[in-house]
């Protein structure tokens, strides 16, 4: 909100800079009165007016225009980042099913939470018909390490992203599902109602993560 204020402020203090260079600078209209003061005036008003307009030029081609040729040339990048990011998240949902159903599976939460309660996480994961020997969390886990080093990579480039997309990152590093991981650690919890906790926690990773890719 405050940003949105501070830039009507300035695009109405640019519209009247131009419109007093436009009144009285360049005669496009009659000058503001006609006695000595009002001349006062309007000489104080225009050297205002060219000034301010001075900076805002100053400003746009010294710090805004790098600032969004440097931010579009990263957009690309950071697209990519968030797209591994939701491919290691869909992967580790994939990794309850058994992979001759990936084809034509579709991940709702429904379907999600109904594979996660049905088998213990200590299992092996579906990479192991493939001769990776992981149990389900051993690979819940590690994608879960590779996707905060992303993350961090990520916000190399904070300064190029907006409150809202840094505020959508913190809540994908800080999620539940990534806090229940941690929980599984103790064999106690591998549980029914808590892997279906774990499967709705994931499946609402996955859809945090595609909005933030939407958002760029």
């Known amino acids: 909100i405050m940003s949105k204020l501070i830039n009507t402020f300035l695009i ?33 008003v225009i050297n205002l007016s060219y000034s301010y307009l001075a900076g805002l030029i100053f400003y746009l081609l010294t710090s805004y225009l790098p600032y969004m040729i440097k931010r579009n040339k990263l957009k690309k990048p950071i697209q990519e ?28 939460e429904d379907v999600l939470v109904q594979q996660f309660s049905r088998q213990s996480v200590n299992t092996q994961s579906a990479y192991s018909i493939a001769g990776i020997n992981m149990s389900i969390i051993g690979h819940l886990t ?29 809540k994908i590093k800080d999620s539940e599902y990534f806090s229940m991981l941690k929980v599984f650690s103790m064999p106690i919890m591998d549980k029914p109602a808590t892997r279906e906790k774990l499967a709705k926690a994931l499946f609402c990773e996955i859809q945090t993560s595609k909005k933030l890719l939407d958002s760029f």
């Not at 203090?13 to 000595?36: C, E, R």
């Not at 998240?89 to 990794?95: G, I, T, V």
């Not at 390490?145 to 997309?165: A, H, T, V």
């Open 12 to 44: 109405i203090i640019t519209i009247l800079s131009v419109y007093a260079i436009a009144y009285i600078g360049l005669g496009w209209f009659w000058p503001w009165g006609t006695s000595s003061k009002y001349q006062q005036i309007n000489h104080v």
């Open 81 to 108: 980042k968030l797209k591994t990011i939701i491919g290691k998240l869909e992967d580790s949902a994939k990794c309850v099913f058994p992979m001759t159903s990936w084809n034509h599976l579709v991940l709702t």
């Open 142 to 170: 590690t994608q879960r390490n590779n996707i905060l080093d992303i993350i961090d990579g990520i916000l190399e480039y904070k300064d190029y992203l907006s409150g809202e997309q840094l505020l959508t990152i913190e």
